[in-house]
C-alpha cells in the first residue's frame, strides 16, 4: 500500500522542492504558497479536471493557467485550502486502502452528508470535519 501523507500526495521532496517531514515544515511551505504544480497532482489524486479543482480552491481558471505558464506558487491562503484537500483525500486513502477507492469515495453522494459529495464539503473547516467524522465512522465499523 502506498504511502498516504499529505506531502506524497502534493508530490513529495520532487513537486514541493524540499523535505517536508520535519516539525512546522509543511505550514512553513503554506506561508510561502506550493508550487502550483502540487495542485495538478492533487487534481490527477482525486480524478478531477483542473477546472474543478480551480474552484474547489477558489483560484479563477484564467488565473490558474497563468500560474501554470509562470510556474508560480499558490498563495499562502490557496496553498492552505490545498492541503485542506490532501489532508482529507489522505484521511479517506488511508481509511479505505487505496486511493483510487478514496476518490471514488469523494465524488460519491453520501447520506450521512444529506445526499451531498464528500468532496462539495470541503470549502468550509466545518464540513472538512463533518467529512473527516464519517471517514472516522466508517474506520471505526459505526457507519452503514
Known amino acids: 500500500m502506498a504511502t498516504h501523507s499529505v506531502p506524497e500526495v502534493l ?4 513537486v514541493l522542492g524540499r523535505p517536508v517531514n520535519k516539525s512546522g515544515a509543511l505550514a512553513d511551505l503554506v506561508r510561502e504558497g506550493l ?7 492533487l487534481a490527477e489524486r ?3 479536471r483542473q477546472a474543478e479543482i480551480s ?4 483560484i479563477p481558471k484564467r488565473t490558474l493557467t497563468r500560474r501554470l505558464t509562470q510556474h508560480s506558487r499558490l498563495t499562502a491562503a490557496e496553498s ?7 489532508q482529507v483525500y489522505a484521511n479517506a486513502a488511508e481509511t479505505l486502502g487505496d486511493g483510487d477507492k478514496a476518490a471514488a469515495w469523494l465524488k460519491t453522494p453520501n447520506r ?11 470549502d468550509t473547516d466545518p464540513g472538512v470535519r463533518e467529512v473527516e ?3 472516522g465512522r466508517i474506520a471505526y465499523g459505526v457507519y452503514s
Not at 492552505?80 to 484537500?85: S, Y
Open 11 to 14: 508530490g513529495g521532496e520532487i
Open 35 to 41: 508550487p502550483v504544480k502540487a495542485l495538478l497532482l
Open 46 to 48: 482525486l480524478d478531477i
Open 55 to 58: 474552484e474547489k480552491i477558489g
Open 80 to 86: 492552505d485550502r490545498a492541503v485542506r484537500l490532501a
Open 112 to 122: 450521512a452528508l444529506r445526499g451531498g459529495r464528500p468532496l462539495d464539503q470541503l
Open 133 to 135: 467524522d464519517v471517514l
